[in-house]
């Protein structure tokens, strides 16, 4: 079955730590822009952090920069977002998802996953 798979999520205090996983099955992740989504109470999706198919370049919303790493295991297909000194205003749903164009926008997701949630309190 070819799906994704996010896990990782909870409850953490501002200031915090977690570490996101998302396993990809029935497909590899070579051939996709790869990237980390969420979706804030009462906000539109907003696009976190991708990795390009084409160089490899990362992309992180200024919100997040120098907080979240995105990273990638191609042994375990699995796509990975760390994120540091974590703030309230990150509380939201992860979702990861995969696309064939070049771009780091949900619209152009082919797949993505159900989503897991981080709750960040002060």
């Known amino acids: 079955e070819v799906q994704l798979v996010e896990s990782g999520g909870g409850l953490v205090q501002a200031g915090g730590s977690l570490r996101l996983s998302c396993a990809a099955s029935g497909f590899t992740l070579d051939d996709y822009t790869i990237g980390w989504f969420r979706r804030a109470p009462g906000k539109g999706r907003e696009a976190v952090s991708c990795?390009?198919?084409?160089?490899?370049?990362?992309y992180y919303a200024d919100s997040v920069k120098g907080r979240f790493t995105i990273s990638t295991d191609n042994a375990k297909n699995t796509i990975y977002l760390q994120m540091n000194s974590l703030k309230p205003e990150d509380t939201a749903v992860y979702y990861c998802g995969v696309s064939l164009r070049d771009m780091c926008v949900y619209r152009y997701l082919e797949l993505w996953g159900q989503g897991t949630e981080v709750t960040v309190s002060s």
């Open positions: 990795i390009s198919s084409s160089d490899g370049s990362t």
